[in-house]
């Protein structure tokens, strides 16, 4: 049978899940107008073009969700509302100046905003996951949102299922379904069709989109694809919103502060102002004008342009984030977990010797049992390395793989590898059709299953180890009678050698752990490797271990003994992926910000569990989807840079928050004060809106500010005590000298309500633009910490844009009257007392000890549905189920 040239069959009558599980492959194939050798590349063109790509996500940059966020605020709304209202009560002039001091407001922040959205979209777009098809009766790696009804799909061990698919063949497998059923169980599959009335549970001849492959290997037909999956289904049903990272935490609380100090303060002027017989527009909106001035309406804004311009940095560097928000956690970062191969190591596993304990096993013989023993399907002649583990793929990489015949031996059976057994067995017939069973995997484990092992062998083996040389131990005997095999089947047997392989320490690997030491992250390796083979690749790079645990002895800890042993140790070797995570959990209980740098199906609990997953572009599956960094190169030096990344940008965005809770809120409380004690309002609803615009706008240039050293040298966190404190103690400095600025222009000058307005806008304008150069360092500024060149004009022509704005032709419209020229002297003699004045605030602030709570982030199922959602995504709307 041919595939078909149209789609008219597959598009309008499309085959349930359901449906398929109750027919033989064959019979779904014919239904969905394929064969066993997959579609034709045109054929699955047209059927891409007619059902759509397989997508639960776009990553695509809305201008108006952006522009929705903007306007969500309902202080902003609110205040729209009453400028509406009061240019319908016949105050023209006032709105209109309120109007468009809004509309320049909201477009600041919707640009920067959505240029920082389409950054995203460009880094999600370079984040690829490839699935092995076949097409054009070859096998082929596309990307999962190619997949379309009819795609013949290759799966082995830790590929996540891309598209609901029923099974054509399988060698012995299994496939965690929790995050569909919520059983923790692997779920038992085989192609054989179902009868009678069965839950999605019991669909054994199925595997669902988004499950993970756990043990076995598949060839399945895919039936649906995006939201016509069960997976796709629940991920739809969810939405886009994405799980909260701690820094996003951080802001809500910190913007719920803020919200609460908001509605106090306009809500004690509102009904101060009606007490005193102002009226009811004019008081309304000034104190939403003063609750505009309190809230920082620009942070998004801010927090997106420090991501954005972070993101292209370590795009440069070839480190993608999923989410731009990932960049501050990474920063966050002071514990790092990473396996050893392609971090310390240079990743590229290369076949050395063979070396046979039986004296009647030659070198090639052994090879030879080595290369029957792997995954890879040897039986047509050539053979495909795609989706094979590194171990199995050196083998047929080397120049003895050459003189392999593969006639020489047929495969019966298998047993694929796993986490727990840590070996791959097979049944072979040679040619005179004598059976036997060949069992490959980690010495340790082999070992255990072999008859007698002589001292001789553990010293050869102990040799290995102590050279740092990965070694695959190889065994065999006799399975004659038998058809098939199962892991009780692996006993009795007799040790034929070992496999050598080398991974040679990276030449840079050195100077990177430097690097991440002084950063203050304390590194630990988690590895499936011997722990002779890890403690002396550390000692080769100079990593002074605290102690090695193995997955023995982690077993038999309790969790407050790990807990405590996890703190000093620093390499955990063979440890099984349930080890991983709970290493993971027990350092995050501590307080550490921890992250996880792993690349295979094994690391996926663990990159789940930590603050931070860090995976690599060439990561299984699993792994892949579980992070929320991936490194185009696995290098530690690349992360480093990605920490300080993290961390510059984490100081930037502190900066704008702390200039918010001081000057900004003291001016605006002085605001608040001052209306109730003056005859006239202070300033009007126009001036406050126009003062915090011009503000907001000089400080866009903080994300490309200049960060101290030692702010690079340890993680920051969020505190709200912290924050509120700054406030409390900044906030009432910057009220004082507005104080003295009001009691400069009513005693001093006899001002006018015109001239008052000027001169306290003109001082408020400076003091809040200018106080950024003390708060932006721990330093003396200027003399040990100079500010970018960017943030400086900025201010600088804030400030100057300000001075002149009472003294230019729009003065009148804006409520300004004239000030004489000595009040710009006075204001100079202030503003320098008053930064004086701060950097000695400054320096009693700082100089107490902060403390900061630890906080232990909890991820439930919607966070695990939400990520592996996050990998069908394309830049396009999608189309419903």
């Given amino acids: 049978m041919s595939p078909p040239t149209t789609t008219e069959t597959v598009s309008s009558t499309p085959l349930s899940i359901m449906e398929s599980a109750h027919r033989t492959g064959e019979q779904v194939l014919h239904d969905l107008q394929s064969t066993q050798q997959g579609l034709t590349g045109d054929e699955a063109a047209q059927r891409l073009s007619a059902v759509g790509p397989n997508a639960l996500r776009t990553h695509k940059a809305s201008p108006w969700s952006v522009l929705g966020r903007q306007l969500r605020s309902p202080i902003l709304i609110l205040l729209i509302i009453t400028a509406g209202l009061s240019l319908f009560l ?22 920067n905003e959505f240029r920082a959205e389409r950054a995203a979209e460009a880094l999600h777009s370079r984040v690829t996951h490839t699935v092995v098809v076949l097409r054009d009766r070859a096998a082929c790696q596309i990307d999962v949102v190619d997949l379309v009804p009819g795609d013949v799909v290759r799966l082995a061990l830790g590929a996540i299922i891309p598209a609901d698919l029923r099974l054509l063949s399988s060698e012995d497998l299994l496939c965690d379904e929790s995050i569909l059923t919520g059983e923790s169980l692997p779920a038992e599959k085989e192609q054989a069709p179902i009868t009678g009335d069965s839950s999605l549970g019991d669909l054994a001849c199925c595997l669902f989109m988004g499950t993970i492959v756990q043990t076995g290997s598949c060839t399945g037909v895919v039936v649906a694809t995006g939201g016509r999956a069960e997976f796709g289904r629940i991920a739809l049903g969810l939405g886009e919103h994405q799980p909260q990272t701690e820094f996003q935490l951080g802001l809500k609380r910190f913007s719920f502060l803020l919200l609460q100090v908001a509605i106090v303060l306009t809500t004690l002027i509102f009904i101060a102002n009606l007490l005193l017989g102002r009226p009811l527009i004019d008081s309304l909106l000034f104190s939403l004008a003063i609750a505009v001035g309190i809230t920082p309406q620009l942070l998004p804004a801010v927090v997106s342009t420090c991501l954005a311009a972070g993101t292209r940095a370590l795009a440069k560097r070839k480190v993608l984030v999923k989410r731009l928000i990932c960049i501050e956690d990474l920063g966050d970062m002071d514990v790092l977990v990473t396996d050893k191969t392609g971090t310390l190591t240079e990743g590229h596993i290369s076949f050395t010797a063979a070396l046979p304990v039986q004296s009647e096993i030659s070198e090639t013989e052994l090879f030879a049992l080595g290369l029957l023993s792997t995954e890879v399907d040897y039986s047509h002649g050539a053979v495909s390395l795609l989706g094979q583990n590194p171990l199995d793929a050196a083998l047929w990489e080397s120049q003895l793989a050459q003189a392999f015949e593969p006639g020489s031996a047929k495969r019966l059976d298998i047993i694929p590898f796993d986490h727990q057994r840590r070996m791959t067995s097979v049944l072979v017939a040679d040619g005179s059709g004598t059976r036997r069973l060949v069992t490959k995997g980690s010495p340790e484990d082999v070992l255990r299953i072999c008859r007698e092992v002589s001292p001789q062998v553990q010293a050869q083996l102990d040799e290995q180890f102590d050279a740092g040389a990965r070694v695959i131990a190889v065994a065999t005997r006799p399975a004659a009678g038998l058809s098939a095999i199962e892991p009780a089947d692996e006993h009795d047997l007799v040790l034929a050698g070992f496999l050598i392989f080398l991974d040679k320490p990276k030449a840079n690997a050195r100077e990177s752990l430097i690097d991440l030491a002084a950063l203050g992250i304390t590194v630990k390796i988690a590895t499936g490797d011997n722990a002779k083979v890890a403690e002396k690749v550390c000692r080769d790079l100079g990593l002074v271990s605290g102690g090695t645990l193995t997955g023995i002895q982690i077993e038999a800890l309790s969790d407050e003994e790990l807990g405590t042993a996890a703190r000093e140790s620093t390499i955990f070797a063979r440890v099984s992926p349930e080890q991983k995570a709970r290493l993971i959990r027990l350092l995050r209980e501590q307080g550490r910000a921890v992250a996880f740098l792993g690349d295979g199906v094994n690391d996926a609990l663990a990159l ?225 007392v008053y930064l004086v004045l701060v950097e000695f605030a400054k320096r009693w602030f700082f100089s107490r000890p902060a403390q900061q709570t630890p906080t232990v982030r909890r991820r439930g199922r919607t966070h695990h549905i939400q990520r592996r959602a996050a990998r069908f995504s394309v830049p396009d709307s999608i189309r419903g189920p």
């Fill in 90 to 111: 016949g105050d023209a002039t006032n709105s209109i100046v309120i109007g468009v001091i809004l509309v320049a407001s909201i477009g600041l922040g919707f640009s």
């Fill in 608 to 832: 789940h569990q930590a603050d931070v997953g860090i995976s690599v572009d060439s990561a299984t599956d699993v792994a892949k989807d579980a992070a929320d960094i991936v490194l185009m190169d696995k290098d530690l030096g690349v992360l480093a840079e990605g920490v300080r990344e993290g961390r510059r940008i984490f100081a930037n965005t502190i900066k704008y928050v702390l200039m918010g809770t001081s000057s900004n809120f003291g001016n605006m409380f002085s605001a608040a004060a001052a209306s109730v004690v003056l005859s006239f309002l202070p300033m009007l609803p126009g001036q406050i809106l126009l003062n915090n615009l011009l503000y907001d706008t000089g400080q866009l240039a903080i994300p490309g500010d200049r960060v101290d050293e030692e702010q690079l040298l340890a993680p920051s966190h969020w505190d709200i005590a912290f924050i509120r404190r700054f406030m409390l103690l900044f906030g009432p400095i910057s009220s004082v000298f507005d104080f003295a600025t009001f009691g400069l222009m009513l005693f001093v000058f006899n001002a006018a309500p015109g001239e008052f307005r000027a001169g306290w806008f003109i001082e408020s304008i400076a003091t809040q633009t200018l106080i950024i150069f003390a708060i932006r360092t721990r330093r003396v500024p200027f003399f040990l910490s100079r500010p970018s060149a960017g943030l400086l004009w900025a201010s600088l022509g804030v400030v100057a844009f300000g001075v002149y704005l009472p003294l230019s032709p729009f003065a009148s419209v804006l409520g300004f009257d004239p000030l004489p020229v000595p009040f710009f002297l006075a204001l100079l003699a202030m503003t320098m």
